[in-house]
């Protein structure tokens, strides 16, 4: 795809959704990647009904390091995967006290190290703590991409580098949440509200009715 398109696309997705931006509510770089570990295969709001809480108890990774899984997980109970999630942010916090000092670390090896801690938490993190030019894939991000013919792509790895390689620098962080914003409001895996698309135009009917069988 030639760069004025891209910068087309983004331009229309920018004017439907201004100041688009996480939903996930924190207040720093290990609240955010609490919550990041705590969204896979849940909502973000459902994870803001429980960080509240979680964090109140636990404000800190050494907090956290120290906590039981069963406590933390009775706090998550409501998430999906919650017993697995608990265990997750607790040996997190472990190693982040033990060989970081507490801290999140802001590179993309050592974040990968963390238990619960795939490319994409660790992408997240990167881009909204510490505004590093990254973007993150999740199925929304792979899903869109792939119909707008940002990447062509049938992996989330792979559309993680050709939207690397696409997209402007310093832009990746912004499309990141545009993409996610469109394909929650619009461009659904299941009933795509095509009418409504203001990039309809750069979606192929191939593609989009593949697409979103596979990314369901």
Known sequence: MQRDKVEAILQALRAAYPGARSRL???NAFELLVAA????????DQVNRVTAELFRRYPTAAALA??????????????GLYQMKAAHL??????LVREYGGRVPDNLEDLLRL???????????????????VIAVDTHVFRVANRLGLARAGDVLETEKQLMAILPPGTRGEAHHLLIHHGRAVCRARRPECRQCVVSSYCSDADHKSLGKASQ
Do not use: H
């Not at 120290?66 to 998430?79: F, H, W």
């Not at 938490?121 to 505004?131: I, Y």
């Open 25 to 27: 509510k924190y207040g």
């Open 37 to 44: 570990i705590l969204s896979s295969q849940t909502t973000d």
């Open 115 to 133: 238990p619960g801690v795939g490319r994409k938490v660790a992408n997240v993190v990167l881009s909204n703590a510490f505004g590093r030019d």
């Open 90 to 95: 607790v040996a997190a916090c472990r190693i």
């Open 66 to 79: 120290a906590a039981d899984p069963e406590e933390v997980a009775a706090c998550i109970k409501s998430l």
